[in-house]
């Protein structure tokens, strides 16, 4: 759930992290305190590096006050992912000349920023083998097509449409005849007049 937020910080084990295991969620937040969050001075984190005190929860309490989080501390999940963001947001604050391009144009600068930002920028979309793998990705899934293929891919119509039909539920709810609904077609409202005389 948090592998993403983890990786972006550098934690040491984004993919095992388990927020349910309290010796390792008092030290991920003490970690997290002093790598990269630094609410506290260091001489004011000594209440929460303390991780085997009783009083542990009191000084974690107090810590979420101080930083302003909005959950309490028995919702140990939103806490994370919360924390998570703000050390996220403070550490692209802190690094945020490594990620800008170092080009002294402006405008050249806010587009590539605005590039760097869509993860399908590296594909080349003139490519005639890219054109025909989404044509048959598009035709196999039933998709509507478009004249930009990279249109097709930013609506993530094919990722939907495989995230929901093509998993083994899905495919057996499929398989299953399902008598259709009746509708009322004089209820709907289609947009535009067919020309037809109302009956």
């Known amino acids: 759930m948090f ?14 992290f388990n927020c349910r295991d309290e010796t390792e969620f008092r030290n991920f937040i003490v970690w997290l ?7 506290y001075k260091i001489e004011d984190r000594g209440n929460l590096r303390n991780i ?8 974690f309490e107090k810590y ?3 930083v302003n989080c909005p959950f309490k501390i028995q919702e140990r999940q939103e806490t994370v992912d919360w924390l998570l963001g703000l050390a ?9 000349d490594k990620y800008k391009d170092s080009t002294p144009d402006g405008a050249k600068n806010a587009d590539n920023t605005a590039k760097n ?5 590296n594909l080349d979309v003139n490519n005639p083998d890219f054109k025909a793998g989404v044509m048959a990705l598009a035709n196999l899934l039933q998709i509507q097509r478009h004249d930009d293929y990279l249109v097709m891919l930013k609506c993530l119509a094919i990722r939907i449409l495989v995230q929901e039909r093509l998993t083994q539920d899905a495919i057996a709810k499929a398989s299953q005849s399902k008598e259709g609904l009746p509708v ?8 535009f007049d067919t020309g037809g005389v109302v009956i």
């Open 3 to 16: 592998r993403r937020k983890l990786s972006a910080l550098d934690y040491h084990n984004p993919a095992g």
């Open 33 to 39: 305190e002093d790598q990269k969050i630094r609410h």
């Open 52 to 59: 085997h005190s009783e009083d542990w929860p009191k000084s």
């Open 64 to 66: 979420m006050k101080d």
């Open 88 to 96: 996220v947001r403070l550490e692209y604050g802190d690094n945020a």
């Open 184 to 191: 009322a077609l004089e209820k709907h409202i289609l947009g």
């Open 117 to 121: 930002a869509e993860p399908l920028i």
